[in-house]
């Protein structure tokens, strides 16, 4: 019951704001807007850029994370001298606080002047690329996919230790491959652990907003813009808390629809 309420009175507050004229600037005014709100967030000249960079910001770090994160399990499953170790430095990004893995990333790796990839850039002969002006996009899928790559990989390692090894075992007796065993032994085993990375992932990317007030702040331009920083700058730096609150609306129904086919892809397999 108190769960139930606590997840619907915010909702309930976000609906009614929505649907009235209410800005910061002045108080108390809460005249009735109907749908005004949503119209007038859907047809802001950043709502077509925040949408696609959303997605495809969700969708890349996804397949980057999930990729990567199940190379390197595979690569790690066997035991072998230092492999504690290993383990305890790939999981070690996740525990970095997103406004501190911003401003590392902005800093340390991607500064074109005193950045670890200008002096790489340096070092065999080329110019140093100003990252976060000319692929801003890309330098937050970075950011992201680094934070994100050690969970995916955790939750894989955690996966292939319950695979049955005698099952293993009777495949090299056979003569299976390591390409055969990957296709219908380890990936199929890893298919729920995938969903899983997958939804909890597209969660938080969904809300993403440290990162990129971090480094770009939206820009340049509309190039890193997302719907959860749009609804950022029509609440906090435009004062239109009805916008916002059409444009928060927006998003929890993107969340709850990805949420929903994910938690059905789940079903699926947990049924298999």
Not at 23 to 46: C, I, K, R, V, Y
Not at 92 to 110: D, R, T
Not at 150 to 177: H, K, N, V, W
Request: charged share 10%.
């Amino acid at each position: 019951m108190c769960l139930t309420i606590a997840s619907l009175v915010p909702v309930i507050i976000t609906l009614y704001y929505s649907l009235v004229r209410y800005s910061l600037l002045a108080h108390g005014a809460h005249d009735f807007n109907g749908l005004m709100n949503f119209e007038f967030f859907f047809t802001d000249s950043a709502f077509i850029p925040a949408l696609k960079n959303t997605f495809v910001l969700m969708f890349s770090v996804m397949g980057i994370t999930v990729v990567l994160g199940a190379a390197l399990a595979l690569l790690i499953n066997d035991a072998f001298p230092g492999r504690g170790f290993v383990r305890v430095l790939l999981i070690s990004p996740f525990l970095v606080m997103p406004a501190v893995n911003a401003l590392m990333w902005k800093n340390m790796m991607l500064n074109p002047i005193y950045g670890i990839f200008a002096q790489v850039s340096k070092f065999f002969g080329y110019a140093p690329i100003d990252w976060l002006s000319r692929f801003p996009l890309l330098s937050i899928i970075m950011m992201m996919s680094w934070q994100w790559l050690p969970f995916a990989c955790l939750i894989f390692m955690t996966a292939l230790q319950s695979m049955d090894r005698e099952q293993l075992e009777a495949s090299r007796m056979d003569g299976a491959s390591y390409p055969q065993q990957l296709r219908y032994l380890y990936i199929p085993h890893l298919g729920r652990s995938i969903t899983v990375v997958m939804m909890i992932e597209m969660i938080y990317l969904l809300s993403i907003f440290a990162e990129i007030f971090t480094t770009t702040s939206g820009g340049p331009g509309f190039a890193t813009t997302t719907i959860t920083f749009m609804i950022y700058q029509q609440a906090l730096l435009d004062y239109d808390v009805g916008a916002a609150s059409a444009g928060a609306l927006f998003a929890v129904l993107i969340a709850n629809i990805a949420a929903f086919f994910l938690m059905r892809a789940i079903g699926k397999n947990l049924a298999k």
